[in-house]
């Protein structure tokens, strides 16, 4: 058997390659200091059995060009120099239609141009070997296969150290912020080369991968010496072998490894860089096919009934309709906003929160002086999914975030609402705000972005690959306020801060815990620094007493937990600060990202028209206490102490939720609370998908 398969040999060994260094890796993940799991015979055994079925479908994919490259390739090409030229040229043709496909010119720019390069060498290789003799030909396959196989061992083992490191960061397997990594290569790359040694990374990548290339050497060049075999049975051995990706692709589930309760029993269950493929695969969800639904008139019903409040006003009797007249029966208040969304501000930080590590000394204080909210949760996990729940108001949808899509412009945004009320509106980033999409996003929306480009050299007194310090974010701000200021009319500046994230550096003087520390705590206390200083600088500017300062945190800092939702990992904090039109007190109302919009609104007394799903939290006779936790496919809603879950493939779950920890104190029924979350998000998913959330 093992002889009738001897030309496939390089196949047999890749394949045994990827399940090694997948069950090493899975192995070492298991051991990681941020694993929290409770081995047990069947978790064991659901994490290995499961990941060798994806090792195995991983495997299919990966040996796709081998098969290739061994079925096509007989005596004869060698023997006739102009069709070893046209075959090469023609796998160099697919190979390049196949990867500008995957990954058009838009995506990754650095992965493209090496991807090109190399194609283009192998194809100038061929042309070379033209006026070569057969033997020589044959030779330089070998060297060929040679190469090809030791850039596979760098690339697994490579593929291998970054999984630790993902882990290290997000607890989790590929998903879409990998996905995210392939595309902002220049951001993502450096902040690798300023958060860890990746000189002594690649070198010892290397040297591990010299070492495993050595040992599989032999056999897979052997296999070219001896790779005569009758024509029928190559055929035959080649179609099956194509089969095998095929039936992975239609037959294997994602899914298939949610087999526990522990999430991270579940990750490590998966393959890498088979999660990276599903995740780039599903970059928006269908709702209609994977979720939960209601008849759609039934989902509008409790939708409409869920946004009606004493203030509201629908104005049409079209159940799938939810616009709606917010009126107030005081006077408009057109008071400035300066919306500050804060990276990575996790509410435990603080120390109104139990923090003892005196982190957030100016939010602190900030927060006795303010409006604070304190039982506020975040839209998802990432940045674009925070900008999202700021902007549009809207529960999170399956899939990537709104601001990451398509034909994302002229949608229903608090920008809309404002300049429609003569407001200026704005969208000021410490970085370059192609990142994430977020100029294609707000620049169609109608704000003015602003970024780093903005900012003179000479002025920028510190910067890494995410952007500039804060304070020189803050002081660009402070500029562009006054300029605000200057045209008499009142402003809208969203402003969004970098330094809290990895590498963690910023400049050194400013706080107690030295820059090269690298650590969160001096990103969390040099961002509280900035903003501290940003607010006393802007007490002495004139706009300053008519102007209501929002600060709020895009998400938390970590989402890993125990559970797919562990809601504690969701708990954010928002302040509002106008001393001299707001009254200091805490508000612990349960309350969504999404309703700080509409309760923004409410500070100024607006009359407008509303497609928000969010509500005014001080508007009585509304339906509060509810909030919205989601990842890209997990979409969760929380009303008082019950968690309803939704899930592909039209999967739900309902617990009572631990605040604390985070952890499921028991599953329940609830069929009420179960419908209102379908609702929501079917309704949302619809309006978005049918053009139906735009700005009017």
């Known amino acids: 058997m093992l002889k009738l398969f001897k030309r496939f040999t390089p196949v047999l060994i890749l394949v045994l390659l990827i399940i090694s260094i997948s069950i090493v890796t899975r192995t070492v993940l298991i051991f990681h200091p941020s694993t929290d799991l409770a081995l047990s015979t069947r978790t064991v055994?659901?994490?290995?059995?499961?990941?060798?079925?994806?090792?195995?479908?991983?495997?299919?994919?990966?040996?796709?060009p081998f098969v290739l490259y061994i079925w096509v390739y007989n005596e004869k090409v060698y023997s006739k120099p102009y069709i070893y030229v046209l075959f090469g040229a023609l796998i160099t043709l697919l190979g390049t239609l196949l990867f500008t496909n995957l990954f058009p010119a838009d995506y990754n720019k650095l992965l493209y141009k090496a991807i090109v390069i190399y194609i283009a060498l192998r194809l100038c290789f061929y042309l070379f070997l033209w006026k070569k003799g057969e033997n020589f030909r044959i030779k330089w396959r070998?060297?060929?296969l040679a190469i090809d196989f030791f850039i596979i061992c760098w690339l697994l083992i490579f593929n291998g150290v970054s999984e630790w490191f993902f882990w290290n960061e997000f607890s989790t397997r590929y998903n879409f912020i990998a996905v995210d990594y392939l595309i902002y290569t220049n951001e993502v790359i450096g902040n690798i080369k300023e958060s860890y040694p990746l000189p002594t990374l690649i070198l010892g990548v290397t040297v591990v991968a010299t070492a495993v290339f050595l040992l599989i050497r032999k056999p897979v060049i052997n296999s070219v010496s001896s790779s005569s075999q009758p024509a029928l049975q190559r055929h035959l051995i080649a179609v099956a072998l194509l089969i095998w990706p095929v039936a992975s692709f239609y037959l294997v589930k994602s899914d298939w490894r949610q087999f526990s309760s522990n999430a991270f029993a579940n990750e490590l269950a998966g393959n890498g860089l088979?999660?990276?493929?599903?995740?780039f695969n599903n970059n928006e969800l269908d709702y209609n096919k994977f979720y939960k639904q209601l008849p759609a008139k039934e989902a509008f019903t409790i939708l409409r009934k869920e946004l009606s409040a004493p203030n509201a006003k629908f104005i049409s009797n079209d159940v799938f309709n939810i616009e709606r007249d917010i009126t107030s029966d005081k006077p408009e208040n057109k008071k400035n906003i300066v919306l500050i969304s804060v990276e990575s501000l996790s509410a435990d930080?603080?120390?109104?929160f139990g923090n003892t590590q005196n982190i957030t000394p100016n939010l602190d204080s900030?927060?006795?002086?303010?409006?604070?909210?304190?039982?506020?949760?975040?839209?998802?996990?990432?940045t674009v999914r925070g900008l999202e729940a700021l902007s549009l108001g809207i529960t999170p949808t399956p899939g990537q975030s709104v601001v990451k899509r398509p034909n994302n412009g002229n949608l229903f945004t608090i920008g809309s609402v404002l300049r429609s009320k003569g407001y200026i509106t704005q969208y000021v980033y410490g970085g370059y705000s192609y990142f994430d999409n977020m100029k294609e996003f707000f620049?169609?929306?109608?704000?003015?972005?602003?970024d780093r480009s903005a900012i003179p050299l000479e002025k920028i007194h510190y910067e890494n690959v995410w952007g500039v310090a804060d304070e020189d974010l803050f002081s660009l701000a402070l500029n562009v306020l006054d300029k605000n200021s200057a045209q008499k009319k009142p402003f809208f500046t969203h402003i969004m801060t970098v330094s809290n994230h990895r590498p963690f550096t910023y400049p050194d003087g400013r706080i107690d815990i030295p820059s090269s520390s690298q650590s969160r705590e001096g990103g969390v206390k040099y961002t509280d620094y900035a903003i501290g200083t940003f607010i006393k600088q802007a007490q002495k500017h004139a706009w300053f007493k008519n102007t209501i300062f929002v600060i709020v945190a895009d998400h938390c800092a970590s989402s890993a937990g125990k559970t797919d939702l562990p809601v504690?990992?969701?708990?954010?904090p928002c302040l509002v600060y106008s001393?001299?039109?707001?009254?200091?007190?805490?508000?612990n109302t349960l309350m969504a990202q999404i309703d700080i919009i509409p309760t923004i609104l409410g500070f100024l007394n607006l009359d407008y028209r509303s497609k928000f799903f969010g509500k005014d939290i001080f508007q009585p006779g509304a339906n509060h206490n509810c909030a919205f936790v989601s990842t890209y496919q997990s979409l969760g809603f929380i009303e008082n102490d019950t968690l309803s879950i939704l899930k592909p493939v039209r999967h739900s779950e309902q617990y009572i939720q631990n605040f604390t920890d985070g952890s499921i104190k028991k599953s329940v029924v609830h069929k009420e609370a179960l419908k209102k979350t379908i609702a929501y998000y079917q309704c949302a998913s619809w309006l978005l998908s049918n053009k139906k959330y735009n700005a009017m």
């Open 579 to 587: 001393p001299e039109y707001i009254q200091p007190r805490n508000e």
């Open 349 to 352: 930080f603080m120390k109104a």
């Open 366 to 382: 900030l927060a006795n002086h303010s409006l604070f909210f304190t039982n506020l949760y975040a839209s998802g996990t990432r």
């Open 443 to 450: 620049g169609t929306n109608g704000y003015e972005v602003i």
């Open 568 to 572: 504690n990992k969701y708990h954010i």
């Open 274 to 279: 088979y999660q990276f493929g599903v995740a």
């Open 45 to 64: 055994l659901g994490i290995y059995g499961l990941g060798l079925l994806y090792d195995l479908s991983m495997a299919s994919f990966a040996s796709i």
């Open 142 to 144: 070998r060297s060929i």
